[in-house]
């Protein structure tokens, strides 16, 4: 069955250490995106890609980084840098800009 | 700036019928997604209109209006299952997709 996936679902880590959120489709998507959410707050655009070895910043990217070394997979890391980390990251690609984007299962990450 | 305007939080009964609207001012409009994400879940697609006019799926409809900057997600014979947040995203001029916080609807037996 095609998809996007994300692991893991739920993640704990120690204040000052980096994290990597995985995210892998096999849909064939050029275009794959990171969200933040937080409580009563609509999606916030971390980074997204439209082409393998090609990513942009989003409107909060700072304290984040990502890579796209294959089409599936755009993985995030977050860095200690990042002041507020705890929240809920979504994963997302679609086929082009302008169509509807299949969201991965999220990470809920909590920073201790 | 970009913005886009949805209410915070709407209760509605069982078996009726709700109408959640969504408000945008964007740097141009390429289209308007309406998600539906379940707590702890994440959002699923619901809908696009691209046009002006309604777009009818089963028990849930979406209408535009691009000179109003104006939607509206239409839910009938509403069931408890439906009770979820309800998300607006319009892409601009850029093809960015900009998304409003959510409306959380609360369906009561």
């Known amino acids: 069955d095609g998809g996007i996936t994300q692991s893991p679902k739920y993640l704990f880590r120690k204040e000052g250490q980096n994290v990597t959120l995985s995210c892998e489709q096999n849909?064939?998507?050029?275009?794959m995106y990171w969200y933040r959410q937080d409580p009563g707050q609509g999606l916030r655009l971390i980074y997204y890609?439209?082409?393998?070895?090609?990513?942009q910043k989003g409107d909060i990217a700072e304290g984040y980084s990502v890579s796209r070394e294959k089409k599936e997979s755009f993985p995030l890391t977050v860095t200690s840098a990042q002041k507020n980390p705890t929240a809920f990251y979504l994963c997302?690609?679609?086929?082009?800009?302008?169509?509807?984007?299949?969201f991965g299962q999220g990470t809920r990450l909590t920073v201790v | 700036g970009q913005n886009i305007d949805q209410p915070t939080e709407m209760t509605a009964t069982e078996g009726a019928i709700v109408q959640i609207n969504c408000t945008y001012q964007?740097?141009?409009?390429?289209?308007l997604f309406w998600y539906q994400q379940h707590a702890g879940e994440a959002p699923t697609f619901l809908s696009y209109?691209?046009l002006d006019g309604l777009e009818e799926k089963g028990r849930f409809s979406s209408f535009l209006s691009r000179s109003k900057g104006y939607s509206y997600l239409l839910l009938k014979e509403l069931q408890m299952k439906d009770s979820a947040s309800y998300l607006c995203?319009?892409?601009?001029?850029?093809?960015?997709?900009?998304w409003g916080a959510g409306t959380k609807l609360i369906i009561k037996p």
């Open positions: 997302a690609s679609s086929a082009t800009e302008n169509t509807e984007a299949f």
């Open positions: 849909l064939n998507h050029d275009a």
């Open positions: 890609s439209q082409i393998v070895n090609d990513f």
């Open positions: 964007t740097s141009g409009f390429n289209g």
């Open positions: 209109n691209v």
């Open positions: 995203a319009v892409i601009d001029s850029n093809y960015q997709l900009i």
